[in-house]
Nanobody, 125 residues
Framework: QVQLVESGGGLVQAGDSLRLSCAASGGTFSLYIMGWFRQAPGKEREFVATISRNGGVTFYADSVKGRFTISRDNAKNTVYLQMNSLKPEETAVYSC??????????????????WGQGTQVTVSS
């Protein structure tokens, strides 16, 4: 079973950038599909980005395409989310997740087996 710990959140202004990290332990990181999700107050958790085991395939939510980049370093057991040109409406708790069954990048919350506790990202206008 893998444990996931996010870091890198904070308070930024609209248009700023942040890089989130998610460190994994307790499992074979390179075997997991990894994803980033976010949940704003009063809203459902939503998909942001996902990456394949070797990092060669990525998918993004339409709302973040061209501004966010997901990447991973299997030697460091870490997945990243580089977020540029942040918007106030992207204020949320950002969580990483791991999927161990299918080996295929997924967008659905229900497809992921393990979750981190999340890191708060607040974007002021």
């Amino acid at each position: 079973q893998v444990q996931l710990v996010e870091s890198g959140g904070g308070l930024v202004q609209a248009g700023d950038s942040l890089r989130l990290s998610c460190a994994a332990s307790g499992g074979t990181f390179s075997l997991y599909i990894m994803g980033w999700f976010r949940q704003a107050p009063g809203k459902e958790r939503e998909f942001v980005a996902t990456i394949s085991r070797n990092g060669g395939v990525t998918f993004y939510a339409d709302s973040v395409k061209g501004r966010f980049t997901i990447s991973r370093d299997n030697a460091k057991n870490t997945v990243y989310l580089q977020m540029n040109s942040l918007k106030p409406e992207e204020t949320a708790v950002y969580s990483c997740a791991a999927e161990s069954t299918t080996g295929v990048p997924h967008r659905r919350v229900s497809d992921y087996d393990y979750w981190g506790q999340g890191t708060q990202v607040t974007v002021s206008s």
